[in-house]
């Protein structure tokens, strides 16, 4: 009977949690090559750029996060965090870059309310979050990557809690160095 009932939790839980299952899956593995990007993107130090791509990172840390949707509360509480560990994730050469599906006007004002101040992507429709088996239409799910100076994945978290995610981030990256 208790083999009965954990074999239907289990499938209880998959069922509703049927997002995290999908994006784990086609993520990049810790040793792989990070997937190259190329969006449109906004970031209030560099008003003048508009394009955004992976090459220009080669040399750098760059923690890369994948999130759903500008202004909601996760989303916010998770972009103001890396927004407040800015200069500390800096001090380890790192980029800090969201990703969502949102479009150019939503990411300025978002970086202008929220005081955002590193890059956000505009990936509307979810090329490169599928690169990252980040995209569950029509969002990208929220999941982070480290990728190394030489464009590896050094670590990954899947389907991430935004409480505290940017310390954990800057933890994990700590020890890389």
């Known amino acids: 009977m208790k ?12 069922f509703f949690n049927i997002k995290s299952a999908i994006a784990f899956d086609y993520a990049p593995e ?3 090559l990070a997937p190259s990007f190329h969006l449109q993107g906004i970031n209030n130090n560099y008003k003048s750029k508009k394009i955004w791509d992976s090459d220009e990172l080669k040399g750098k840390w760059v923690v890369l996060f994948f999130y759903p949707k500008d202004f909601t509360a996760g989303c916010t509480l998770e972009a103001k965090g890396f927004s407040q560990l800015k200069n500390d994730f800096s001090k380890y050469n790192a980029e800090i870059i969201g990703i969502s599906a949102d479009n150019q006007d939503s990411h300025e004002s978002f970086c202008s309310e929220k005081s955002i101040n590193y890059t956000l992507l505009s990936d509307p429709n979810g090329t490169i979050s599928k690169k990252y088996g980040s995209w569950i239409p029509p969002f990208s799910d929220r999941n982070t990557f480290l990728i190394s100076p030489k464009g590896e994945i050094k670590y990954r978290w899947i389907s991430v809690l935004p409480i505290n995610h940017a310390k954990e981030v800057l933890n994990v990256l700590k020890k890389n160095i």
């Open 3 to 14: 083999s009965v009932f954990g074999l239907f939790v289990v499938i209880i839980s998959l």
């Open 30 to 32: 810790i040793g792989d």
